[in-house]
Structures are given as C-alpha cells and as structure tokens.
C-alpha cells in the first residue's frame, strides 16, 4: 500500500485504508474500487490524499497510524482554518490550536506501541532515528 495525492489517483485503484471525515464517518471502505465520480467527491470534501493498494508494494509492512484518522482530519482542517484566520483577523486563536494539540499528544502519549516502536528504531538504525528527531524539530518550527 502507499499514500496518493488526490491529484494522482485514478478510477480503479483499490482503496488500502478505509477514509472518513472529520466527524468519524465512513466514506470509502477499505477495498473499494474508485471511481471518477468518489475522486471527485473526496477532493470536494477536502480529502488530500489516502492509501491505495499496489502491485509494487506487495506485502509490504502495515504500519498502525499514530493518530486515528479523524483525528489527523480535524488537526489539518483546524490548520487550514487558522491560516485562513490569521490571514482575515491577523492573530491565532490560541484556545482552539492548544485543544488539538492536546488531543494530538493524548493520543500519541496513550500509544504505547508507539514509544516502542520508536525504541525499535533506535536500536535498530541510527540514521532513521535522527531523520525522525530531525523531521520533529521541523515540524516544532512549523507549528
């Protein structure tokens, strides 16, 4: 499985990972062929990417998400409206960003087989555990 942009998906791909929306419903389950008119309508509702099946990828390894999938929605449409916020009003509502930090960190921190995993990696490649600190403290920059 991999990640698509929408811009690159096309009619008959296999949807690997079901897709909800930001109130947690169901719109694409997993094993789904796709077709022009769900492309058109995932972009419509702001969906950017998603997980398709493919031949290259074949028994590859399938990662459990960090985050819950309406979680990381919510987190990129609060994004998305803060920039639009402080484009139109020209300050952060700080009250609204921290509540999604803090449901970002309770579930990172709930996730036990995450601090594993990473443990894993730190055990295992030392250059992958770098890249990991590098890319947190960009992604601290950029919040």
Do not use: W
């Not at 309508?41 to 459990?64: C, K, N, P, T």
């Not at 639009?84 to 996730?111: C, F, M, P, W």
């Not at 990473?118 to 947190?136: G, K, M, Q």
């Amino acid at each position: 499985m991999r990640r698509v942009s929408i811009n690159f998906l096309k009619p008959g791909m296999i949807v690997a990972r079901s897709v909800y929306d930001s109130g947690g419903r169901l719109l694409l389950a997993a094993g789904i062929a796709l077709t022009e008119s769900f492309i058109k309508r995932l972009s419509e509702m702001g969906i950017g990417s998603l997980y398709v099946e493919d031949e290259v990828f074949v028994g590859d390894v399938h990662a459990d998400d960090i985050v819950s999938q309406r979680t990381r929605i919510k987190s990129v449409k609060l994004l998305k409206e803060t920039y639009q916020h402080v484009k139109n009003q020209g300050y952060i509502d700080t009250r609204t960003v921290q509540k999604a930090i803090d449901d970002l960190l309770d579930e990172i921190l709930g996730s036990y087989g995450t601090l594993i995993n990473y443990y894993e990696i730190r055990t295992y490649d030392d250059y992958t555990f770098n890249h990991s600190v590098d890319v947190c403290i960009l992604s601290l920059l950029t919040g």
